[in-house]
């Protein structure tokens, strides 16, 4: 079966930090690939706009390089790169300076929809919305994109948030989480609440836990620097797997829609208990036979940044009071792999042998590589050796189900998609990114004070034996981790 392509409306995107890695990467290719499927209308505009002058005939030779260097050679075909290219204009501009502004005016069309990008640091978010509005670029419809870090911690949220809505009001700012434009976290919501099957048995009584595991192989690698004044926590679980247990643990919004949909993910933050020191793992990746240690890799032994967090959070509500949420994400472990791993409760009662096998039913919600999703039931092996047990998955690949479209196309592709079209209901609302780091803040601050020094791990491990024993303790065990 393929995938349906709808064409969005036509648009104009400037996509500040047009130069840059992000755009490079992932902005301009996933561009051409919905361009090339049809959903980028022909007429539709892309502008790059970034500090130091190039004029357009070079953009395009710059964005033809990010396309040959970041997608499949299958995927440009040299007309339709062509098309795309012609899309492409690109003024020079300095977000903190009034150059350029005024120049950009007349390549942006009226009765269009106007998006605007900030694919730059935090820091010129609030300059580069002032000058919009300044040099009258942006309408009440226009909309802005913003890339993560939003914030460091809760203060300096709020002051991103202030600096935005200085300018633009919420339902125009479009706060980017790309873990939420992947295919397998909105089917998450789909099968959720399109179903009858799965809801009557989403809570305490039938769900014995939660695991949500956000792996990768690498190291901080040439990010050191920024990443050792961040760590796994902001890296990671203040935004990306915090809105995917949000996502798991939210009652049903009363419609799919952006702000009902929010409203009910702002609940859970709200209903999570205070992280605490004693549920918490943190570990350092330790040197390999050839890889540096996160010490070398930061260049400060004297580091206490976390490359690795294991928690076990609660949520004090009643469909999840007693059900524990065990979160993980590290650097340098033994697969690269993200998953949401459901695991329910054992029967009541076994009618079989207790040598007969079997395990409780699982969920197992994949979102890297190879997503999809199975559930994994009990059955009887096949075969003549009498009621022997075995759990076997009811297998979703999207890959093989929906063709390479569905599977293949990128979250920052689909995300643009959904700003065309509009749509915020997986875009962060200022009140939710504060939500969590409210959380955030005060186990970050404890671990400041108190000078809590990670756990070295082994590379290619599971991350510090700790972690493994943090479920241990409840008779529990991580699903292994294993691409
Ligand atoms: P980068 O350093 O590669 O590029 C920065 C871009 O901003 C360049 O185009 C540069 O010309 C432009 N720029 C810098 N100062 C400017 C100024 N004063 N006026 C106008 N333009 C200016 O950065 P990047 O890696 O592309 O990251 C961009 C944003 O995306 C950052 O907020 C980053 O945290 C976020 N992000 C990046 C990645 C990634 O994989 N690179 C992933 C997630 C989030």
């Given at each position: 079966?393929?995938?349906?392509?709808?064409?969005?409306?036509?648009?104009?995107?400037?996509?500040?930090?047009?130069?840059?890695?992000?755009?490079?990467?992932?902005?301009?290719?996933?561009?051409?690939?919905?361009?090339?499927?049809?959903?980028?209308?022909?007429?539709?505009?892309?502008?790059?706009?970034?500090?130091?002058?190039?004029?357009?005939?070079?953009?395009?030779?710059?964005?033809?390089?990010?396309?040959?260097?970041?997608?499949?050679?299958?995927?440009?075909?040299?007309?339709?790169?062509?098309?795309?290219?012609?899309?492409?204009?690109?003024?020079?501009?300095?977000?903190?300076?009034?150059?350029?502004?005024?120049?950009?005016?007349?390549?942006?069309?009226?009765g269009v929809v106007r998006?605007?990008?900030?694919?730059?640091?935090?820091?010129?978010?609030?300059?580069?919305?002032?000058?919009?509005?300044?040099?009258?670029?942006?309408?009440?419809?226009?909309?802005?994109?913003?890339?993560?870090?939003?914030?460091?911690?809760?203060?300096?949220?709020?002051?991103?948030?202030?600096?935005?809505?200085?300018?633009?009001?919420?339902?125009?700012?479009?706060?980017?989480?790309?873990?939420?434009?992947?295919?397998?976290?909105?089917?998450?919501?789909?099968?959720?609440?399109?179903?009858?099957?799965?809801?009557?048995?989403?809570?305490?009584?039938?769900?014995?836990?939660?695991?949500?595991?956000?792996?990768?192989?690498?190291?901080?690698?040439?990010?050191?620097?920024?990443?050792?004044?961040?760590?796994?926590?902001?890296?990671?679980?203040?935004?990306?797997?915090?809105?995917?247990?949000?996502?798991?643990?939210?009652?049903?919004?009363?419609?799919?829609?952006?702000?009902?949909?929010?409203?009910?993910?702002?609940?859970?933050?709200?209903?999570?208990?205070?992280?605490?020191?004693?549920?918490?793992?943190?570990?350092?990746?330790?040197?390999?036979?050839?890889?540096?240690?996160?010490?070398?890799?930061?260049?400060?032994?004297?580091?206490?940044?976390?490359?690795?967090?294991?928690?076990?959070?609660?949520?004090?509500?009643?469909?999840?009071?007693?059900?524990?949420?065990?979160?993980?994400?590290?650097?340098?472990?033994?697969?690269?792999?993200?998953?949401?791993?459901?695991?329910?409760?054992?029967?009541?009662?076994?009618?079989?042998?207790?040598?007969?096998?079997?395990?409780?039913?699982?969920?197992?919600?994949?979102?890297?590589?190879?997503?999809?999703?199975?559930?994994?039931?009990?059955?009887?092996?096949?075969?003549?050796?009498?009621?022997?047990?075995?759990?076997?998955?009811?297998?979703?690949?999207f890959a093989e189900r929906?063709?390479?479209?569905?599977?293949?196309?990128?979250?920052?592709?689909?995300?643009?998609?959904?700003?065309?079209?509009?749509?915020?209901?997986?875009?962060?609302?200022?009140?939710?990114?504060?939500?969590?780091?409210?959380?955030?803040?005060?186990?970050?601050?404890?671990w400041e004070e108190k000078?809590?020094?990670?756990?070295?791990?082994?590379?290619?491990?599971?991350?510090?034996?700790?972690?493994?024993?943090?479920?241990?303790?409840?008779?529990?065990?991580?699903?292994?981790?294993?691409?």
């Amino acid at each position: 079966m393929a995938a349906r392509i709808i064409p969005v409306e036509d648009f104009d995107l400037v996509i500040f930090g047009g130069t840059g890695d992000l755009a490079r990467r992932k902005i301009l290719p996933g561009l051409y690939r919905r361009f090339a499927t049809g959903q980028m209308p022909p007429e539709a505009r892309i502008i790059g706009a970034a500090r130091g002058e190039m004029d357009a005939e070079g953009y395009r030779a710059f964005v033809r390089a990010a396309l040959n260097e970041f997608l499949a050679p299958g995927d440009c075909a040299p007309a339709d790169v062509a098309r795309f290219l012609d899309r492409l204009d690109f003024q020079s501009v300095d977000a903190r300076g009034e150059g350029g502004w005024d120049e950009m005016k007349p390549k942006l069309r009226e009765g269009v929809v106007r998006a605007f990008y900030f694919s730059v640091s935090p820091s010129l978010f609030g300059d580069i919305a002032e000058r919009l509005r300044t040099h009258g670029l942006a309408h009440r419809d226009s909309r802005i994109v913003v890339e993560k870090p939003f914030g460091h911690d809760l203060a300096s949220a709020k002051a991103l948030n202030a600096e935005l809505a200085a300018h633009f009001a919420e339902d125009q700012i479009y706060r980017i989480d790309h873990y939420l434009g992947k295919e397998t976290v909105q089917n998450l919501m789909a099968v959720r609440f399109g179903n009858i099957l799965f809801e009557p048995l989403w809570n305490h009584q039938y769900i014995d836990n939660v695991q949500i595991t956000v792996a990768e192989t690498v190291g901080v690698g040439g990010r050191g620097s920024y990443y050792d004044h961040s760590g796994a926590m902001r890296d990671m679980v203040q935004n990306h797997i915090m809105q995917l247990l949000c996502l798991i643990a939210m009652e049903p919004p009363a419609k799919f829609d952006p702000d009902a949909v929010r409203d009910e993910k702002l609940k859970v933050i709200r209903a999570l208990d205070p992280a605490t020191r004693e549920h918490t793992v943190r570990g350092q990746y330790a040197a390999g036979s050839d890889t540096p240690s996160y010490f070398d890799d930061v260049e400060n032994d004297a580091s206490e940044t976390e490359s690795f967090i294991a928690m076990q959070l609660s949520i004090s509500n009643w469909r999840w009071k007693g059900t524990p949420f065990f979160i993980r994400t590290g650097k340098r472990m033994k697969a690269r792999l993200s998953e949401i791993v459901i695991t329910f409760q054992p029967t009541p009662h076994s009618i079989f042998d207790a040598d007969a096998g079997g395990m409780p039913n699982q969920l197992v919600i994949r979102l890297q590589p190879n997503e999809g999703m199975d559930l994994r039931v009990t059955i009887k092996e096949p075969g003549p050796g009498g009621m022997r047990l075995i759990d076997v998955p009811l297998d979703m690949t999207f890959a093989e189900r929906f063709g390479q479209e569905a599977a293949g196309s990128d979250a920052y592709e689909r995300l643009i998609m959904d700003v065309i079209r509009g749509n915020q209901t997986l875009f962060m609302r200022g009140d939710e990114v504060e939500a969590a780091w409210a959380w955030t803040d005060p186990i970050l601050k404890e671990w400041e004070e108190k000078h809590d020094r990670p756990i070295p791990y082994e590379p290619g491990s599971a991350g510090p034996d700790q972690s493994l024993a943090l479920l241990h303790r409840s008779g529990r065990a991580w699903r292994e981790i294993k691409a």
